[in-house]
């Protein structure tokens, strides 16, 4: 009984051409997402009030103007299935329903996100979506919710793409453009197949707030910023406008130094990763305000021309990484990975950079670049040696534009 109108939808949609429906909405993170996760900070413990204040939070603190724009709700929220087989929402935590909590959210310009699992249970042990796909994906639209976060728990002996696959489907059909952001852990490369079925798909397991550590829950581990990073290698070129590698939400504000948590966002922001904030927005310190809102670095992520950065030199624990941009600018960030600040003196002239995949490079021996500090504004040109201090687990950060 429970799976006789997902059944039955699934049917009707299979009788339709094929191009009407098999496809994810267009449109979509033209640029990576942006906006804020229940998990991270709060993981079970969420109700209604906790997102209104959150979406009032958004709009008030300019995160809204700066980009932000996606409230999401994760797991936790499920109340049970009603005899069709209907989703409904926990009724103590959100007594007054995901449509109405909806409109709140849309009324103040932002849009609401919620979470599902591919298996039969999520990650919380609450209701996941197999068999249930094209159903709830037609809740989801009557509620108007506008991103979904699709996770990979209770998995065993499901083949993800076909999962993946069929839940794209399901959106599609339930005929609401809903952003999917595919949490399938990088398990099965989803780099190399999802580029026409999730707007992004992660590329590791869940991230935790370190600089360089592994946390390990036994048949899995959670890791550090370094430790995602690395397992970046390789995957740029599968990222651009619309399908994106997403390196997990940002940690930015939960236990990390300030240096940290600069390089943190700006890692994020070079790679192209969404950028999905999981503190409080409600209570926080001004220079997690500072950096969450840094719009010269929140710029880069944004990008229109939405290439990841490449790495073109590293020697022990300095990384020099590149990111072309749009009207032929450029990102230079220099990351220090070490325990002690690096006195840099950087000659422009010692490398040339090239890039195979945006067909860019620049030879700072022919032309002189002026360049900003997008955390300070200090400004400067590459005539001249580049002097600075960067701290321990910290970047220096520009963006170069070429000299008349």
């Given at each position: 009984m429970k799976r006789t109108a997902n059944l039955i939808?699934?049917?009707?949609?299979a009788a339709a051409p094929a191009a009407a429906w098999a496809q994810k909405f267009d449109?979509?993170?033209?640029?990576?997402?942006?906006?804020?996760?229940?998990?991270?900070?709060?993981?079970?413990?969420?109700?209604?009030?906790?997102?209104?204040?959150?979406?009032?939070?958004?709009?008030?603190?300019?995160?809204?103007?700066?980009?932000y724009q996606y409230i999401n709700i994760d797991d936790c929220w499920h109340g049970t299935r009603d005899d069709h087989g209907d989703i409904r929402p926990d009724p103590q935590r959100f007594p007054s329903g995901m449509k109405a909590l909806a409109d709140y959210v849309h009324a103040r310009g932002l849009k609401l996100g919620i979470y599902s699992d591919v298996g039969d249970k999520t990650c919380g042990g609450r209701p996941g979506s197999r068999g249930h796909?094209?159903?709830?994906?037609?809740?989801?639209?009557?509620?108007?919710?506008?991103?979904l976060k699709y996770d990979w728990c209770e998995s065993k002996g499901i083949n993800a793409v076909g999962a993946y696959t069929t839940m794209r489907d399901a959106i599609r059909a339930a005929n609401r453009p809903i952003l999917f952001?595919?949490?399938?852990?990088?398990?099965?490369?989803?780099?190399?197949?999802?580029?026409?079925?999730?707007?992004?798909?992660?590329?590791?397991?869940?991230?935790?707030?370190?600089?360089?550590?592994?946390?390990s829950a036994g048949s899995w581990s959670a890791w550090g910023v370094m430790r995602i990073l690395d397992k970046q290698e390789g995957l740029r070129k599968y990222a651009g406008p619309g399908h994106w590698n997403d390196m997990d939400m940002l940690e930015v504000g939960m236990g990390m130094?300030?240096?940290?948590?600069?390089?943190?966002?700006?890692?994020?922001?070079?790679?192209?990763?969404?950028?999905?904030?999981?503190?409080?927005?409600?209570?926080?310190?001004?220079?997690?305000?500072?950096?969450?809102?840094?719009?010269?670095?929140?710029?880069?992520?944004?990008d229109p021309l939405g290439v990841p950065a490449l790495r073109f030199w590293r020697q022990g624990q300095v990384e020099l990484w590149a990111k072309p941009l749009a009207n032929d600018e450029w990102a230079f960030m220099v990351l220090n990975r070490g325990e002690t600040?690096?006195?840099l003196h950087y000659d422009w002239k010692q490398n040339a950079i090239a890039d195979d995949l945006s067909k860019r490079d620049v030879?700072?021996?022919?032309?002189?670049?002026?360049?900003?500090?997008?955390?300070?504004?200090?400004?400067?040109?590459?005539?001249?040696?580049?002097?600075?201090?960067?701290?321990?687990?910290?970047?220096?950060?520009?963006?170069?534009?070429?000299?008349a």
């Open positions: 939808l699934a049917a009707s949609i449109g979509l993170a033209a640029t990576p997402q942006m906006g804020w996760n229940s998990w991270n900070k709060f993981a079970c413990n969420i109700d209604e009030k906790l997102i209104r204040e959150t979406a009032d939070a958004m709009v008030k603190l300019g995160l809204k103007d700066a980009g796909e094209y159903q709830d994906a037609k809740t989801y639209a009557a509620w108007g919710i506008d991103y952001s595919m949490c399938e852990w990088g398990d099965n490369k989803p780099w190399e197949w999802a580029a026409d079925v999730g707007h992004s798909w992660r590329t590791t397991g869940d991230i935790y707030p370190c600089w360089d550590c592994e946390k130094t300030e240096d940290e948590d600069r390089a943190h966002f700006s890692i994020w922001s070079m790679l192209n990763s969404p950028l999905i904030l999981g503190n409080d927005l409600r209570s926080m310190p001004d220079a997690v305000k500072k950096i969450i809102g840094r719009r010269e670095v929140i710029a880069i992520n944004q600040p690096l006195p030879d700072f021996k022919q032309a002189t670049w002026h360049w900003t500090d997008a955390w300070t504004g200090k400004t400067g040109d590459t005539s001249r040696r580049l002097d600075a201090t960067v701290p321990a687990h910290g970047v220096v950060l520009l963006r170069l534009k070429k000299g």
